[in-house]
Every structure is written in structure tokens, then in C-alpha cells.
């Protein structure tokens, strides 16, 4: 009887479509030249709302950088997705990208690395 009851709880809480978030696969590597802008969409493929996302750059959350650092992206959350962008790169810049996204249900998370790539060109005032 107790194994009845917990195989139609079971059947009930995947026929409600009470999961967690599953995020479809970012690409694994991602290289751009220094001055470009970077853009990475985090895309829920079973929407369970309410959705909470967080990016994340080398497992810091990117909401606690400096003020310097925050200025250059914009995170804009929308049902089912969340897009992060980043102007004007630079070799800093380079590192691990982390979306996270959870609900009342679990969590999931993507990663890419970012290589920023290129050379400086030194200003030069000429008088």
C-alpha cells in the first residue's frame, strides 16, 4: 500500500510539472577581441515559474563587483530567459561565465569561458 501511495505521489508531482529548472547548453568556449562586446542568453527549456538567475564570473556573483566593473553590463531577466551583456572588453574580462537559475523546485547552472584576445594599442598624443 505505502509503495501505491508513493508511485502516484510520484506520478501527480511529474504530471504537475513540479521540476526544477533544466537551462539548454551554452557553447563551452568562447573567444573574442579586446573592444568587442560580449552577449550570452541563458534559456529555461521547462519554465516553472517564479525564476530567480544569477551570473556568476570565476563563482563570484557578478552583482557584488566593484562599481568600475558593474558600469560595463546589463542584465535584463525575462520569462524563461535571462541575457547578460558586457561592452567594450578587455583581457580582464576573460574568465568562467556561470548562469544559474533556480525555482521553489531546485536549481541549474551553465558555464562558458571567455578568452578575451588581442593586443593593446598603446594612445599616443602626438603634440
Not at 568562447?30 to 570565476?58: A, M, R
Not at 536549481?107 to 594612445?123: D, E, N, R
Request: glycine share 6%.
Amino acid at each position: 500500500m505505502l509503495l501505491l501511495i508513493i508511485f502516484i505521489l510520484n506520478l501527480f508531482e511529474s504530471c504537475s510539472g513540479q521540476e526544477s529548472p533544466k537551462i539548454i547548453d551554452f557553447v563551452p568556449k568562447i573567444s573574442q577581441p579586446i573592444g568587442s562586446n560580449l552577449v550570452l542568453t541563458c534559456n529555461v527549456i521547462n519554465i516553472q515559474e517564479p525564476l530567480q538567475f544569477d551570473w556568476h564570473k570565476n563563482g563570484q556573483n557578478i552583482d557584488k563587483l566593484s562599481q568600475i566593473e558593474r558600469s560595463r553590463f546589463s542584465i535584463d531577466n525575462r520569462r524563461g530567459f535571462s541575457i547578460f551583456n558586457l561592452i567594450d572588453l578587455n583581457q580582464n574580462d576573460s574568465g568562467n561565465y556561470t548562469c544559474v537559475v533556480r525555482n521553489s523546485f531546485g536549481s541549474a547552472q551553465q558555464s562558458t569561458i571567455l578568452l578575451v584576445k588581442g593586443l593593446l594599442i598603446p594612445m599616443i598624443k602626438i603634440p
